[in-house]
C-alpha cells in the first residue's frame, strides 16, 4: 500500500507538522459551569451597551475634564469562583448591587490615581504610580465609576447601588460569597477607556441579565431544565473524522508507515456521534498541545 501514494500524500508524510500547524485554537467548554449567552442574546447585550456608552462618556467627561472614549471590546460569561484570584494588591474594584445580586467593575489602580488628579485639578503623574488610595481618593474614584455604571445600567432597566471601593481581598472577598441557590454567572464586559488620564481597561461583571426568564440559552431557545435525577448521566461523545472500506487481504497486509487514504479533503468538518448517533458537525483544532473540536451546527439525525 506504501507504494501507491499520491503526491499530495507524499508531501504531508514529508511534512507532518503542516496540517497540525493550520490546526485553529478552540477555546474549552467547561461543562459544570452553564453558558447561557447565545449568539442572538450576546449581539442583543452588545447593542444596548453600545447604546449605553455615549451617556457613560459624558458622564465621565464631567470628572475627568477633557474628551472620554468607551468602547466595548469583549462581551461574555465568567463565574464568581476565582474571578479576582490574578489580581495584585492594591486594586481598585467598585462593588454593587444590580438585580438583587452582586457586581464589580475593576479599573486598573494607576489609571484611578490619575483620573483623581486630574478630577481635583491637577495634572496625572509622570511615571505611573500603584498605591492605595486615600480616602479622599476612594471617594473621589467611586463618584467616576458609579457614574459609568448607572449608565450602562440604565440601558438593561437595571437599578445600581453603589458599595465600597475594594482595594484588597479582605474587604473584596465578602462580596464574591454566594448564598446557597444564587446564580454565580456575570455578563462580563471588557472596556477600553481613552480619556485625559490615559488608556486604561475596565471589567464589569454585571449580574441581573443571564437569571432574568425567557433569556435564550446558547442554543439560542429557552431550554427546559433537566430533572434533577438525570444531570449526572454520563453520555458518550465522540469525533469521527471519516469511514474507510479496507478489503480484508489489504488490511492483513498493513505495516508500519503504509497511509490509508480517506478520500475526504484536509479540511472537511468532523462528525460529532452522541450515543453512536450523528448530533452535529464540528471542526477540528487544539488546545493546550491536544487536539480539539469546534461544534458548527447540529444535525441530529432522525427516526
Known amino acids: 500500500m506504501s507504494g501507491n501514494l499520491s503526491s499530495e500524500e507524499l508531501e504531508a508524510l514529508a511534512e507532518p507538522q503542516s496540517t497540525a500547524r493550520r490546526a485553529g485554537v478552540v477555546a474549552p467548554r467547561d461543562f459544570a459551569v452553564p453558558r447561557r449567552l447565545c449568539p442572538e442574546r450576546r449581539t442583543i447585550v452588545r447593542q444596548t451597551v453600545e447604546r449605553a456608552l455615549p451617556a457613560a462618556e459624558r458622564a465621565l467627561r464631567a470628572w475627568l475634564r477633557g474628551d472620554c472614549t468607551l468602547a466595548l471590546l469583549e462581551v461574555g460569561e465568567a463565574s464568581v469562583d476565582g474571578l479576582f484570584a490574578e489580581l495584585s494588591e492594591p486594586f481598585v474594584v467598585q462593588c454593587f448591587r444590580a ?14 490615581l490619575s483620573a483623581v488628579e486630574i478630577a481635583l485639578g491637577g495634572k496625572p503623574p509622570q511615571t505611573p504610580v500603584k498605591r492605595p488610595l486615600s480616602p479622599i481618593e476612594t471617594g473621589l474614584t467611586r463618584a467616576i465609576l458609579s457614574t459609568a ?50 488608556e486604561s481597561e475596565l471589567r464589569l461583571y454585571l449580574p441581573g441579565i ?56 484536509a479540511n472537511a468538518p468532523l462528525c460529532v456521534r452522541i450515543e453512536g448517533r450523528r448530533a452535529a458537525r464540528a471542526e477540528w483544532g487544539q488546545h493546550r498541545g491536544r487536539l480539539a473540536v469546534r461544534v458548527q451546527e447540529f444535525e441530529t439525525e432522525r427516526d
Do not use: Y
Not at 445600581?160 to 464586559?189: F, K, M
Not at 446558547?218 to 453520555?235: F, S, T, Y
Open 99 to 112: 438585580g438583587g445580586a452582586n457586581g464589580w467593575l475593576a479599573w486598573d489602580g494607576t489609571a484611578a
Open 149 to 198: 455604571l448607572r449608565a450602562i445600567g440604565a440601558g438593561f432597566s437595571l437599578e445600581i447601588v453603589e458599595g465600597e471601593l475594594a482595594q484588597s481581598a479582605r474587604s473584596l472577598l465578602p462580596t464574591i460569597e454566594i448564598a446557597p441557590g444564587a446564580d454565580p454567572q456575570r455578563v462580563c464586559l471588557h472596556l477600553a477607556l481613552d480619556s485625559p488620564a490615559g
Open 210 to 265: 443571564l437569571a432574568r426568564d425567557g433569556a435564550p440559552t446558547a442554543g439560542g431557545k429557552v431550554r427546559a431544565a433537566l430533572p434533577e435525577h438525570v444531570k449526572g448521566v454520563l453520555v458518550e461523545v465522540s469525533a469521527e473524522l471519516a469511514t474507510v472500506v479496507v478489503p480484508l487481504a489489504g488490511l492483513a497486509q498493513l505495516e508500519v508507515g503504509d497511509v490509508i487514504p480517506l478520500g475526504i479533503p
